[in-house]
DNA sequence: TTGAAAGCGCTACCAG
DNA sequence: CTGGTAGCGCTTTCAA
């Protein structure tokens, strides 16, 4: 910036406020345009940092995920973030912890240190975790997750299973299927179990008997999916069958194959998440709910970025997305 | 830190000495101790930012990647960056291009302007891309691509394609195949063409006549994986088929099952990448082989964090895994 | 309308 | 061994 003015043959302040376009300051259209010329000249840009030092504000907000890499959804909400981040002009650094506390601490101070305006904590699957006290100073905002403890969050963000979960079962009873099995995942998982009470609700809404349908609870496994499958089919023969993720429902398609019976004309089936290059890429394309993560992920920069403070309030919940594609059917006549 | 200065009646440069822990100056026990113990009470911690514009270096590196969102096998790389600047006590500013060019330079001008000590160029598709002119005076290494133009790259890191085809060949020929189909994919990507190139090369370590094999190119969707498959069995009976990556080989392996043909049994299939959440999923489990993801973004890391500067020398080739599952068997005699 | 001076939080280099 | 002083690149008074 010296340079620039010396070249321009003004004083560096004057560089100062030409660049940065200051309406409050005027500035002669002759000393504007000599400084505008040296600048090109020596190729200036100026040094965003110091220019947050001498402010004593920050342009960057810190996102910690704890595996980003491990879960194939992840990137969404980070690419959802920064989205955010941009349009205020923002820009985002990310560290993974992997899932360690102490990592998921040394994280965070080290996005303390760096003054960091907000804080998003990201986390692959739905569920509590312990925020770093160190945080505790700076805007922090949720996504996918909530703070184990008391915590003074500015917002948690979460999607709608229970919404979604119903949806899809909609679906489903909307097309005369009454014998259903619904095949769950991890039982334990908050996600799973707000699935599984929108499963439950939407059952009620067609006025399905509950003896008619039945449910089973795996793991989030491909395995699981076909073992449960086969299992249930052992004993009865529903005409459609709703898998608590994707890869469930792809070792469910996988055992109906084995025992010959086609899907959707023979049985329907639905997943949930609409994992990429899985969902959208089974035969048939797989009926599914998809989760949010790029809104979830934007929303949550938005509020990192808006410096609104800790509210307390409510989580937001986004919606999930049913994604009608084919493998759910009208029931046949003959079944009903 | 004038604060704590204050409070432990010393002068402010002698804090900056002690919480540096610095070896070249000495500072009396007593006055350390009560500098430490000032700064424990304050809760003081020293601003990053303020310490890398005071000694003009900076302890950030930029990522650059295209669709950290569409592909579910970004994020290794990220991580992989992540791990290396870590430790080196560097903290990664990660912002992604939707592929735009405009959006890309907008994205190097805005970590150029942070003083970003390092670049790295990720992409989840190995190809050339055009780097921005803005970067060409920081370091900048390309990972799973490389500059589309003259540039002076620090390095560039790509997955040896090539090793990965052969290997994988190699599996099936040695295991007494000699009627195989070779799925590719999009014939005009690098990755495909080294494939190719390895698969060959494995079929005349071999013996193997071309006649023998059968070659088909498709695209990299499960459904050309599906319909080759069907289009190939309807004029041949190939006993093994290596798919151009693990998205074909499921195609292929819902159409063998149509066929009612059993894998591996009846005929062995490979896929590549190692798609997480698909390849080690799949009945049978899939024998593929898996980009090193993490260890090209860990490498890129570290090439970045180390400052070396231009080197101009070859791009630096990191080796595929072979994964051996149980989608592959010997040949049953009675088709040798 | 412009320039001189101060200071964001820190480190480097002197003198004492 | 410690304190004063200067300065990283910038913005913001305030006086001229």
Redesign the interface.
């Known amino acids: 910036m010296v340079d620039v003015a010396r070249l321009a043959g003004v004083s560096q302040p004057t560089v100062s406020f030409v660049v940065n376009d200051r309406r409050d300051v005027s500035v002669a259209p002759e000393t504007r345009r000599r400084v505008l010329d040296a600048a090109r000249a020596l190729d200036y840009?100026?040094?965003?940092?110091?220019q947050?030092?001498r402010m004593s504000r920050?342009t960057?907000i810190g996102v910690v995920t704890n595996g980003?890499?491990?879960?194939?959804?992840?990137?969404?909400t980070?690419?959802g973030i920064?989205r955010a981040a941009?349009k205020a002009g923002l820009?985002?650094?990310?560290?993974?912890t992997a899932d360690d506390p102490d990592d998921s601490d040394a994280a965070v101070?080290?996005?303390?240190?760096?003054?960091v305006a907000a804080i998003v904590y990201a986390s692959p699957s739905t569920r509590p975790i312990r925020p770093s006290m160190f945080a505790s100073a700076t805007d922090t905002v949720f996504t996918n997750c909530w703070p184990s403890t008391e915590f003074p969050a500015s917002a948690v963000i979460l999607p709608d299973e229970y919404q979604g979960g119903r949806d899809v079962a909609r679906a489903v009873f909307a097309r005369g299927h009454r014998h259903v099995a619904y095949l769950g995942g991890t039982a334990q998982e908050w996600a799973s179990v707000e699935r599984g009470r929108g499963f439950v609700d939407a059952a009620a809404e067609y006025g399905v008997d509950p003896s008619e349908t039945t449910t089973a609870d795996g793991l989030y496994?491909?395995?699981s999916g076909?073992d449960l499958t086969r299992e249930v089919f052992a004993q009865s023969s529903p005409t459609a069958v709703l898998c608590g993720n994707d890869?469930m429902a792809?070792?469910a398609l996988?055992a109906l194959?084995?025992l010959g019976r086609q899907v959707p004309a023979d049985v329907s089936l639905t997943g949930y998440d609409d994992?990429?290059?899985?969902a959208g890429?089974?035969?048939p394309r797989l009926t599914t709910v998809a989760l949010p993560f790029?809104e979830m992920g934007y929303r949550a920069g938005e509020i990192a970025c808006s410096g609104a403070g800790a509210t307390g309030g409510e989580p937001e919940m986004v919606p999930c997305r049913l994604v009608e594609r084919e493998s759910v059917a009208a029931v046949r006549t003959t079944d009903r």
Do not use: H, M, W
């Open positions: 840009r100026p040094n965003r940092s110091a947050d030092l920050s960057v980003i890499a491990s879960l194939p959804f992840a990137g969404q980070i690419l920064q941009k820009v985002c650094i990310v560290v993974d101070t080290s996005l303390v240190d760096r003054g496994t491909t395995d076909y890869r792809l070792g996988l194959r084995d994992q990429e290059f899985l890429e089974l035969r790029l």
